[in-house]
């Protein structure tokens, strides 16, 4: 258990609302993930964050944002959800270097936009 | 063509067979390699975890990778009903910045 906590864990939620994510982690990491999840597609890459205020873009990132005021908390925001965003998302954390710097995943949380 | 490739399955096996799960790569730049494992509804976990070429074993996982075929595989030996779930490969050419996952295969063990 690599202490990361995601909510909400299920969600639906109406084509053009904003949607956001939150994953929380406790054993102060510097670097956090956002992941989504598709049959025929794996897992890929939204956006990730090395530090307070320190985030990149990942594989898929368009149509979201990402943003982190504090150590232990990573938001992923749907601006605008739309259909093709119905997913389950994973948040990861970074291990530290005595497990290889590894990356652990949190529950997930399935978002489904109507 | 994806960068990792991954049989979707179902792999179907009794229980206590020797099970051979495996993904190949088009990128000559991965260095790290890594399995998981994921059960229904639930997160990946981390299961065998190289680098570079060469074989990893621990318990009744056997992590191999041949980088001159682009090839990595998962042994799974006297497998167990629990070990039903999806594994997913990994890998990396610069560490866990930026990994690309195989779409995972479906296994099945029955009693």
């Known amino acids: 258990d690599a202490g990361i906590t995601q909510s909400p864990r299920h969600k639906v939620t109406e084509t053009g609302t904003p949607v956001t994510l939150r994953c929380h982690q406790t054993?102060?990491?510097?670097?956090m993930y956002w992941y989504r999840q598709d049959p025929g597609h794996g897992l890929r890459l939204i956006h990730y964050?090395?530090?307070?205020?320190?985030?990149d873009k990942g594989e898929v990132s368009d149509g979201y944002s990402v943003s982190r005021s504090k150590t232990e908390d990573f938001l992923l925001t749907l601006e605008s959800a739309t259909s093709s965003q119905t997913s389950v998302y994973f948040c990861?954390?970074?291990?530290?270097?005595?497990?290889?710097?590894?990356?652990?995943f949190g529950e997930g949380s399935w978002l489904t936009v109507v | 063509q994806k960068e990792v490739e991954q049989d979707p399955g179902p792999l179907s096996v009794p229980e206590g067979a020797i099970v051979s799960l495996n993904c190949t790569y088009s990128?000559?730049?991965?260095?790290?390699f890594m399995w998981y494992r994921q059960y229904s509804r639930k997160g990946p976990e981390l299961l065998m975890y190289?680098?570079?070429?060469g074989n990893k074993e621990d318990g009744r996982f056997t992590a191999q990778v041949d980088k001159s075929s682009k090839y990595i595989s998962l042994f799974i030996r006297d497998s167990q009903p629990s070990d039903s779930a999806t594994y997913l490969c990994?890998?990396?050419?610069?560490?866990?910045?930026?990994?690309?996952f195989g779409t995972g295969t479906r296994l099945l063990v029955s009693p």
């Open positions: 964050s090395y530090g307070v205020k320190d985030t």
């Open positions: 054993e102060n990491h510097r670097y």
């Open positions: 190289t680098y570079s070429s």
């Open positions: 990994a890998m990396s050419a610069t560490g866990f910045q930026k990994l690309v």
């Open positions: 990861a954390i970074r291990g530290t270097e005595s497990s290889g710097n590894t990356i652990y």
């Open positions: 990128n000559s730049a991965f260095q790290y």
